[in-house]
Structures are given as structure tokens and as C-alpha cells.
């Protein structure tokens, strides 16, 4: 037994079946403790050498980092898995009506279904190619075609693939004939994605305000916010620093009393930072919720627009500070 099936114990029992299912779907082919005891070793090791940096030098609790890294790479690699899968799946949907198509033709020109499955399964095909030779393998061996391509909805997590193969077995319980109900099947999945790109494009305008909002907009205000915040902070400290102590708290008779802003300039550029990030994250999910349906699919876009969003920040603090500091602060 390999060193990391043995330290795959510590996972309990739910947690590695519904990682198989994940590495099933992906068609990543490797045993789940295997998986799973790689994930955990370079989780710790990563999490000890990060924590000890960040520790020497920035002087943050080494426990808090660890756990930090620790939760980030099995959450990070959950998320890939999820990824991948559906990746695969929509794949397999994208040329599921040729597919079909395709064995309808074959059935029509003489052939056996099962040698019309086989002969269906084309490279260009992706993903789907594999399992529909693997379903006609079976076939082959004895299994019922009901069976043989249940079994392709059982290793690829798509709905719509589901719903298609419950469709055709359906078909042919009731006794209708397998190429029609093919074509009529095909034909409906292809009108149901020209629809689907109709609805993505006009979609298009919402998908490109809410990315720009969040990743443009929002850190240049929160940058020029925080900017004259600390300007007037200064001015604020500078101008208390030049009034007599007996004039101070009378603000020169003028009806109202002067002091010092208890918020320091730090504090708003960390509720800044805070508040981009979490923006991020939020918006990424509205963005995959719009674009594809599905909030997990949002997942790909935090890390850029993150970037994107802290590097407008830092470059407009940058610029105004360079541009209007000496003017304000000296």
C-alpha cells in the first residue's frame, strides 16, 4: 500500500464516495485514498512552509495561516473536481445531437444497434466518444441497450444528458421507433441550444456592466474614497496641531467643536481591500448565475476579476498620491 492511501484514513467514508463520483465524472482515473492522501501530504506541507514565511516575515500567527492554506487547497481542489466535471458534461451535451444523429443513420443503413452505437463513437465527439464505446462494448457482452446507455448517464453528471437517454429508453418501452425517436430528440436538443446562445447574447449587456462594476468601478471609488479620507485625516490632525489648545475644543467660536478622526487611514484601506474582495466573490457567482445557469460556475471567474480589482485600487492610490500628495501631505 502506497504512502498516500495510508494517509487517507483520516477522510471519512461519505467524503471519499462522493470524491470518487467527482473523479468518475472528471474521468480522472486514479484511486480515491491515493487522491485524497496526495491532497492531504502537499496540504500540510504547504500549510507548515507558507505559515513559517508569513510568521519570519510579516509576523502573522503561524495557526491561522496553516489553517488558511490548509482550507484553501481542499477547497480549491473540491471546486476543480466540480469544475472538470461539468466541463465534461458540457462537452458530452454539445455533440450529444450529432451523436444521436448519427446512430439513427447507422440503424437506418442496415446495421445492428450495437454496431451502430459503436460506429457513432467519432473522435471529434470528446468525452462522449469513450462512453459510447464503452456502452457498445457492453451491449456486445449481453447488456440491453436501456442499460448500456443508462450506464453513459451514470459516469457523466449532465442533466440534460439524463433527461435525453430517459427519453429515448422511454421510447422504446412504448414501443416507438428507435430513429425517430433519435432524430425528434436531436432535433429538439439543437433548437433548445440555439435558444439557450439567443438568451446568452442578449445577456451580454448585463454580464459586462456587473464585471465592470465590480472590477473597475467599484475599486476606483473605494481608491479615491479612501484617498481623500486620508487627506482629510492629516489636514484634520495638521490643522489641531497649529490651534491653541484654549481655542481647540471652542472651534473659534464658530458653533461647533473640532477633533481629531478616530478612523485611522489604515483601518479604510483593510475595509476597502475587505469589501472588494467580497465583491468579487459575489459578483463572480452573479456572473455564472446569469451566463451559464449556475452559481458554481462563478467559481472561475473570482481569482481575475480579484486581480483586476485590486490592481485598478492600488494603481489609482498609486496615481493620486503621486499626483496630489504633495499637494496635501508633507
Known amino acids: 500500500m502506497s504512502m498516500y492511501k495510508l494517509l487517507s484514513f483520516p477522510y471519512p467514508h461519505r467524503l471519499k464516495q462522493m470524491v470518487e463520483k467527482l473523479l468518475m465524472y472528471a474521468d480522472i482515473r486514479i484511486d480515491v485514498n491515493t487522491f485524497l492522501g496526495f491532497v492531504l501530504f502537499y496540504s500540510l506541507g504547504l500549510g507548515f512552509v507558507v505559515s513559517y514565511l508569513f510568521n519570519v516575515v510579516l509576523g502573522f ?77 457492453e451491449m456486445m457482452t449481453g447488456k440491453t441497450l436501456e442499460d448500456a446507455l443508462e450506464g453513459i448517464s451514470k459516469r457523466i453528471r449532465s442533466k440534460n444528458l439524463e433527461i435525453t437517454i430517459d427519453l429515448v429508453v422511454q421510447g422504446l418501452h412504448s414501443g416507438g421507433v428507435l430513429t425517430e425517436s433519435l432524430d425528434r430528440i436531436a432535433d429538439v436538443l439543437r433548437n433548445r441550444e440555439f435558444v439557450q446562445k439567443e438568451i446568452r447574447a442578449n445577456i451580454l449587456m448585463y454580464l459586462t456592466f456587473i464585471f465592470f462594476a465590480v472590477g473597475v468601478g467599484g475599486p476606483a471609488l473605494y481608491a479615491i474614497s479612501s484617498f481623500l479620507a486620508q487627506m482629510l485625516s492629516e489636514n484634520m ?40 474582495i467580497s465583491s468579487c466573490i459575489l459578483g463572480s457567482f452573479a456572473l455564472g448565475l446569469i451566463s451559464k445557469g449556475k452559481t458554481k460556475e462563478g467559481f472561475k471567474y473570482i481569482i481575475p476579476l480579484i486581480i483586476l480589482a485590486l490592481t485598478v485600487f492600488f494603481s489609482i492610490r498609486f496615481i493620486l498620491f503621486h499626483l496630489l500628495g504633495s499637494m496635501f501631505f508633507s
Not at 489604515?266 to 469589501?275: G, N
Open 237 to 276: 490632525k495638521l490643522l489641531m496641531h497649529n490651534i491653541p489648545s484654549g481655542k481647540s475644543s471652542l472651534g473659534f467660536g464658530m458653533g461647533f467643536a473640532m477633533s481629531t478622526v478616530p478612523i485611522s487611514p489604515s483601518f479604510l484601506v483593510h475595509f476597502s481591500l475587505a469589501s472588494i
Open 61 to 137: 500567527s503561524p495557526a491561522l495561516i496553516f489553517l488558511l492554506v490548509f482550507l484553501f487547497i481542499h477547497i480549491g481542489t473540491y471546486i476543480w473536481l466540480v469544475l472538470s466535471a461539468d466541463a465534461r458534461a458540457r462537452l458530452a451535451e454539445q455533440v450529444l445531437p450529432d451523436a444521436l444523429q448519427l446512430m439513427s443513420a447507422n440503424i437506418r443503413s442496415g446495421l445492428t444497434v450495437d454496431k451502430a452505437l459503436f460506429l457513432a463513437a467519432r473522435p471529434e465527439f470528446g468525452p462522449l466518444k469513450a462512453e459510447i464505446e464503452l456502452a457498445a462494448k
